[in-house]
């Protein structure tokens, strides 16, 4: 095919994916949306197969075909290299979340994602959730497209191509200056230098251009499980890495989700809400001073788990498989905020404690150094746990005497 041939193409697609988003709505968009909806309503598909059809489909949707060959020349050739935008400029008035996974961790956030019912993703991208913009997701763990086709949409938005998105960081942020050569974390390949582009360079070209930014999962909020003691990659959460001064195009600091893996309603539900911010439809989010926001991380674990009522009668299991508190076992609930003990982890149902586990304070900063050894009595909450033992004890002897007295008046009566 002739360079002029490809250019005609190109144009042509310009136009035909121009009038598409003018007109709304295409035809086969809304046959697709309802296809879906038919499909979930009788079971006849998995939930995963739903989620990445219906990721692929809404990003060829969205918009028109890129000539990804002819990006700049110019790039510094360095390690953290530049990274290329694509030739084609469009605004889009879908919402386009952009999710990194290619930092320090294992992908547990993004499987934990999609098994959120209240309100669950596939609802969100099929537009079944009034009000809120179409949202079109590009995580690699879920999307069917690979290659350019999928890294497109990045190099769109370190480029300033791309608006609005949403930047979704999963994983801890290596340090990657602390060693001579190599790398620690990457995604894509740099067209000049044959390397890998580094997930911190991502980082740097993305944040500047993102309506709001999230950290999902404990690795990427405090840095979780590779920044642990004795690591060599120097990793770090994402507001040590950018700065905990720094604010999105929105005005929005990082907003932080910690959880080992993030509780898939806690992502959702704040996905919602940055929605309905973007519509126009809810105020500023509320955030404490971690960023984290705050119906969600407010309160503790002892505060809302079942078995709160036995730590203050002083009755402690000190073997698994009992209905007491669990704090003589290692359960570090009455310092950690965390809301699995009240909303379940899916659907209502589990979590840690409901179902006989200890909290290992995998929401909180410093895990999981500071919470070690697990399965042993957490020392700050020993000396609290004497005390509390003997104020029971002493309103148990109290109750016991006010039992025989009544027992006494009984019998004389």
Not at 290 to 304: D, I, Q, S, Y
């Amino acid at each position: 095919m002739t360079d002029r041939k490809k250019e005609e193409m190109h144009e042509l697609d310009g136009r035909t994916a121009e009038i598409e988003r003018e007109a709304g709505l295409s035809v086969a968009e809304e046959e697709m949306r309802e296809e879906i909806r038919e499909e979930m309503q009788e079971d006849a598909i998995d939930r995963r197969t739903v989620l990445k059809g219906m990721g692929a489909t809404a990003a060829a949707m969205a918009g028109s075909s890129f000539d990804l060959s002819a990006r700049g020349q110019n790039e510094q050739e360095t390690r953290s290299s530049t990274i290329e935008p694509a030739t084609a400029t469009s605004l889009f008035p879908d919402v386009h979340v952009l999710w990194i996974s290619a930092a320090l961790g294992c992908d547990g956030d993004s499987v934990s994602v999609t098994s959120a019912t209240n309100p669950p993703l596939e609802a969100v991208l099929t537009g079944a959730i009034p009000g809120l913009p179409k949202v079109v997701l590009h995580n690699q763990i879920l999307a069917t497209e690979y290659g350019d086709d999928f890294m497109k949409w990045f190099y769109m938005g370190a480029a300033g191509q791309l608006e609005p998105f949403v930047l979704v960081v999963e994983g801890s942020i290596p340090d990657e200056t602390n060693k001579e050569a190599g790398y620690w974390a990457g995604f894509g390949t740099d067209k000049v230098t044959g390397q890998p582009i580094l997930t911190t360079t991502w980082i740097n070209q993305l944040t500047p251009h993102a309506t709001a930014v999230i950290a999902v999962g404990t690795c990427a909020t405090w840095g979780g499980i590779p920044s642990s003691k004795g690591n060599p990659t120097g990793a770090m959460g994402l507001s040590d890495f950018v700065g905990w001064n720094w604010l999105s195009k929105a005005g929005l600091p990082i907003i932080n989700i910690p959880g080992c893996p993030v509780l898939g309603d806690n992502f959702m539900e704040v996905l919602v809400y940055l929605l309905s911010m973007l519509a126009g439809s809810a105020p500023t989010i509320p955030l404490d001073d971690l960023n984290r926001p705050t119906w969600l991380f407010a309160a503790t674990v002892h505060e809302k788990c079942s078995r709160a009522g036995h730590y203050e009668q002083a009755e402690f299991d000190l073997v698994y498989g009992r209905p007491d508190c669990l704090v003589k076992i290692g359960c570090w609930g009455p310092i950690v905020h965390c809301n699995v003990p009240q909303r379940g982890w899916i659907n209502g149902v589990g979590g840690c404690t409901n179902v006989g586990g200890i909290c290992i304070g995998c929401t909180m900063p410093g895990f999981p150094d500071h919470y070690q050894p697990f399965m042993t009595e957490p020392p700050p909450l020993a000396a609290h746990v004497i005390e509390i033992t003997k104020h029971a004890e002493g309103v148990m002897a109290e109750r016991q005497q006010l039992v025989t007295q009544i027992e006494s008046m009984a019998r004389r009566t």
